[in-house]
């Protein structure tokens, strides 16, 4: 007997780990292997001991509370509107959530911050640098970010879909931000240090550029003192003019639509695609910038395979100042703004093509102001368009002054 009670003792000598040398044991029940930069690291680094265990360290639920050990103070990305969707849910709560107040959580649900590992790595455990294509896994279509790569959305019409396909979209094929020929990535301008803050980005145009006096335009104190650098030197935008969204009820009909698979209701059009020089209005600073529709929507409810209500009810016609990422070193001649009275939408009733209120859709034109606004600025007043469009004697120097410059250089481009 004494000998057995000797053997046993001596077995749970051999399968008991030695006091201290216990450390974590965590992979022997999750198989989990760690690359990148945080290879190195153990569990608890993150996901923290017992009682305090933290499933997903790097989920806004807990302000990455297993990241900002390290990373101190980025846990407040989770309060500005990359994560909180402020911005969009008011925008929704004043217009199409009035007719439906499930409306944001129905198909505004997709993008946003939600984690640390949206940008910097899918699962966790092979955290990296973010990268370009992290940006436009949101910030595509519509959204400023894929114009900076050369994309722009495409009409909705089946016949327009086609050519090339990224994150899910068709896009039309455009120039790209010359600083994106350059190689420039998105953390370049927009640093994590400026995203915490909530700010739009962390370098303005004359960080790098200092504007030369023998470019005409910036000759003309008017152009630097009043017009965002970006105003001019933005070869183009997408822009959507009628936003429509159709919300079925109980209608087997929609079985006919590609309703969004989120919602189960919900078909989302628009009545007009463009991708060309943005329109101008005044931005926050009172300065002269590319503004463009988000947006003039309209909403039609279905219920029972009819019309419930009024249809292409108007929920909003609002416009935004913002920066599109279409930088060109090129600029537009003097009349694309100067005698350009619809790219300051006030679009003149003999000029105009589109016939909104034959279709119902109350407003006169997407390109005339009335019952529409800025909601981050203003358009330019009337009579400041009117001062600016006179043909003066220094408009006319300007003017022949710009054309001297490019006759030399198509000379000089040729004798080469």
């Not at 939600?114 to 990296?128: L, P, Q, V, Y």
């Not at 003019?241 to 109980?250: A, D, K, L, S």
């Not at 007009?272 to 020089?277: I, T, V």
Request: aromatic share 8%; proline share 5%; glycine share 8%.
């Amino acid at each position: 007997m004494r000998l057995m009670t000797l053997c046993i003792a001596a077995c749970l000598l051999v399968i008991s780990p030695a006091p201290g040398a216990a450390g974590e044991n965590c992979t022997s029940c999750h198989p989990v292997v760690l690359k990148g930069v945080h290879a190195a690291l153990s569990c608890i680094s993150c996901h923290r001991e017992k009682p305090d265990v933290i499933a997903d360290p790097a989920s806004a639920k807990h302000h990455a509370a297993g990241c900002v050990g390290c990373h101190q103070g980025y846990g407040a990305l989770f309060d500005q509107p990359m994560a909180t969707r402020s911005r969009e849910k008011l925008f929704v709560k004043r217009t199409i959530g009035r007719d439906d107040p499930g409306f944001f959580g129905k198909t505004c649900a997709s993008c946003h911050l939600k984690s640390c590992t949206d940008c910097h790595g899918g699962n966790g455990h092979a955290i990296a640098r973010a990268t370009d294509k992290s940006c436009l896994n949101c910030h595509r279509g519509y959204f400023v970010g894929a114009d900076y790569h050369g994309m722009a959305p495409r009409e909705d019409s089946l016949r327009y879909q086609r050519g090339e396909t990224a994150y899910g979209e068709k896009y039309l094929k455009m120039t790209p931000d010359v600083h994106r020929e350059a190689g420039i990535s998105c953390g370049a301008c927009h640093s994590m240090k400026s995203l915490v803050a909530g700010a739009k980005s962390s370098r303005k145009c004359t960080d790098c550029h200092q504007p030369k006096k023998n470019v005409v335009e910036h000759r003309i104190a008017a152009h630097m003192e009043k017009l965002e650098c970006y105003a001019c030197h933005s070869a183009w935008t997408a822009q959507e003019y009628g936003t429509f969204y159709i919300r079925f009820i109980n209608s087997p009909v929609q079985k006919e639509f590609e309703v969004d698979k989120n919602s189960g209701e919900y078909v989302k059009s628009s009545y007009l695609k463009k991708q060309d020089a943005p329109p101008l209005g005044i931005n926050t600073q009172g300065m002269v910038s590319p503004i463009r529709p988000e947006f003039i929507l309209y909403g039609t409810t279905v219920k029972n395979n009819r019309p419930a209500g009024k249809e292409n009810q108007l929920f909003a016609a609002e416009w935004k100042a913002f920066f599109p990422h279409t930088i060109r070193r090129g600029t537009p001649m003097c009349d694309a703004c100067h005698q350009n009275a619809r790219r300051f939408i006030m679009e003149k009733k003999e000029d105009r093509i589109y016939n909104l209120t034959a279709d119902g859709m109350t407003l006169k034109s997407f390109w005339d102001r009335e019952g529409q606004k800025v909601v981050n600025g203003d358009f330019l007043p009337r009579e400041r368009y009117l001062r600016m469009s006179k043909k003066t004697p220094a408009y006319w120097r300007g003017y022949l002054d710009k054309w001297q410059k490019l006759l030399h250089r198509v000379e000089g481009s040729s004798s080469r």
